[in-house]
């Protein structure tokens, strides 16, 4: 991406998706994907697409942040050569996408799309071409244990094989419990990742592990079940229960990892994009690694053309032991042609020619 190249259009919209249910984690429900979608317009026309996906239950941030965020963006971004991508990135951290991720992430996504359509270049191969295919989980999200139940047998229904749920909240690790195992009894040989969204606290997390045991249920990976800040009670969580923590709360920057790294606080930290955006993303798995630190891929609830994005990175840089890239299943319409391929669960985009090859229909 050497020739010089100048943005020459930049827009954005509203872009809501209902859900086929409300999408529940420990901190409340999203019955809608309230997302944006980013369009960038390079010099001969070639045009790019990303998309926002802000989770008010997440981290806070809602559409209204990331349209304002864009607005700012839109008036100095005219015209600026793209020569330097990571250059750009870093200018709309400072004045256009202070505090709002999801609107970095959108821009990003958009404009890497739109130079790898213009240069022929699909985008995993972009990412450093290491593979083309991930396997997926697929979420369980809070509810009644009757509905994780439905939920465990249409997810085995579709063939995918790992089995996220939800966890913390307000109903306590004995309500949680009772929802794990009635996963487990209809999918004994699935292998469970338990995310608690930064929902739980100690105590709550040590009575769950003793549940679990006495079920005798072994989690594959306990996801960020105490408070983003509480690494010493990750470290305590892994030591007591002997099982792998992932990070993804806490870790939402390199400096981030470092710090997990230092405190022993987790093996595995989930990369989404949406946290930060892609330049940041790229950061942090750099430091990951330097730390030998597990990868993970997740994201919000975002459509295909985020999903496919995230898979494009994951499987270009190679590495990632867990993906968590299932929302597009839970939206009830899809407004884009294109985008990853998904047989049970496993995902695949060595199909893609250029750039992410999603586009709106």
């Known amino acids: 991406m050497t020739a010089r190249c100048f943005i020459r259009a930049f827009d954005f919209e509203p872009l809501d998706i209902p859900l086929h249910t409300p999408f529940g984690i420990s901190g409340g429900a999203q019955a809608m994907a309230n997302n944006v979608l980013v369009t960038v317009e390079?010099?001969?026309?070639?045009?790019?697409?990303?998309?926002?996906?802000?989770?008010?239950?997440?981290?806070?941030?809602?559409?209204?942040?990331?349209?304002?965020a864009l607005a700012a963006a839109r008036d100095?971004?005219?015209?600026?050569?793209?020569?330097?991508?990571?250059?750009?990135?870093?200018?709309?951290?400072?004045?256009?996408?202070?505090?709002?991720?999801?609107?970095?992430?959108?821009?990003?996504?958009?404009?890497?799309?739109?130079?790898?359509?213009?240069?022929?270049?699909?985008l995993w191969k972009y990412f450093g071409g290491a593979g083309t295919a991930l396997e997926t989980d697929m979420t369980v999200t809070t509810g009644s244990?009757?509905?994780?139940?439905?939920?465990?047998?249409?997810?085995?229904?579709?063939?995918?094989?790992?089995?996220?749920?939800?966890?913390?909240?307000?109903?306590?690790?004995?309500?949680?419990?009772?929802?794990?195992?009635?996963?487990?009894?209809?999918?004994?040989?699935?292998?469970?990742?338990?995310?608690?969204?930064?929902?739980?606290?100690?105590?709550?997390?040590?009575?769950?592990?003793?549940?679990?045991?006495?079920?005798?249920?072994?989690?594959?990976?306990?996801?960020?079940?105490?408070?983003?800040?509480?690494?010493?009670?990750?470290?305590?969580?892994?030591?007591?229960?002997?099982?792998?923590?992932?990070?993804?709360?806490?870790?939402?920057?390199?400096?981030?990892?470092?710090?997990?790294?230092?405190?022993?606080?987790?093996?595995?930290?989930?990369?989404?994009?949406?946290?930060?955006?892609?330049?940041t993303a790229l950061e942090i798995v750099e430091a990951a690694r330097a730390e030998g630190i597990g990868l993970m891929i997740g994201g919000n609830v975002e459509s295909i053309l985020a999903m496919t994005v995230s898979a494009c990175f994951a499987a270009g840089q190679g590495g990632f032991s867990f993906a968590d890239l299932d929302t597009p299943l839970f939206l009830a319409t899809n407004p884009f042609a294109g985008g990853y391929t998904l047989d049970g669960g496993m995902i695949s985009v060595a199909h893609i020619q250029a750039g992410h090859g999603v586009t709106p229909r």
């Open 42 to 68: 390079l010099d001969g026309g070639f045009v790019g697409y990303g998309e926002a996906a802000p989770l008010p239950p997440y981290n806070g941030e809602t559409q209204a942040d990331a349209l304002l």
């Open 76 to 122: 100095w971004l005219i015209g600026r050569e793209t020569t330097n991508w990571h250059e750009l990135a870093g200018e709309f951290r400072n004045r256009g996408g202070v505090g709002c991720g999801s609107a970095q992430c959108a821009f990003e996504m958009a404009l890497l799309d739109a130079l790898t359509r213009r240069d022929g270049v699909p």
């Open 145 to 279: 244990p009757e509905q994780a139940a439905a939920d465990a047998r249409a997810i085995r229904g579709r063939g995918i094989r790992q089995i996220k749920i939800k966890v913390g909240g307000p109903k306590g690790p004995a309500h949680d419990l009772g929802r794990i195992a009635a996963i487990h009894e209809i999918a004994p040989a699935a292998p469970l990742i338990l995310d608690g969204n930064a929902g739980l606290s100690r105590t709550d997390a040590s009575e769950l592990v003793r549940g679990l045991r006495e079920h005798g249920i072994t989690p594959v990976l306990l996801e960020q079940w105490l408070a983003k800040d509480d690494l010493a009670g990750m470290r305590a969580l892994g030591e007591e229960s002997g099982w792998l923590v992932a990070a993804d709360e806490s870790a939402c920057s390199a400096a981030d990892v470092r710090r997990i790294a230092q405190e022993r606080a987790a093996q595995i930290v989930n990369i989404k994009l949406m946290k930060a955006g892609l330049a």
